[in-house]
């Protein structure tokens, strides 16, 4: 088993930064070891993939938040982190980490951010 759980949500104004973090624990032993990733779900919309960091450290973007937002991963703490610059309205919504392990996808319990304009 894995429990996921995400933090550093919150409310701010466009053009603000926000740093969200997932803390794993259970089963894994390092989270090096899998492909971790952030999804995000607007008010009414579904959830959607926004970034990931493979085992190997290289990572994935969607076009809308290239070049803003960051993801990152501290093996020794068994965090992964989603560093979120010059934030937009658009970027509501609650945002989940995610873990493949095992051939099983583990979820968090989402944490919102909220971007005022």
């Known amino acids: 088993q894995v429990q996921l759980v995400e933090s550093g949500g919150g409310l701010v104004q466009a053009g603000r930064s926000l740093r969200l973090s997932c803390d794993a624990s259970?089963?894994?032993?390092?989270?090096?070891?899998?492909?971790m990733a952030w999804y995000r779900q607007a008010p009414g919309k579904q959830r959607d993939q926004v970034a990931v960091?493979?085992?190997?450290?290289?990572?994935y973007y969607v076009d809308s938040v290239k070049g803003r937002f960051t993801i990152s991963r501290d093996n020794a703490k068994n965090t992964m982190y989603l560093q979120m610059n010059s934030l937009k309205p658009e970027d509501t919504g609650v945002y989940y980490c995610?873990?493949?392990?095992?051939?099983?996808?583990?979820w968090g319990q989402g944490t919102q951010v909220t971007v005022s304009s």
């Open positions: 995610k873990a493949d392990f095992r051939s099983a996808d583990y």
């Open positions: 259970g089963s894994i032993i390092s989270i090096n070891t899998i492909t």
């Open positions: 960091i493979f085992r190997s450290g290289a990572t």
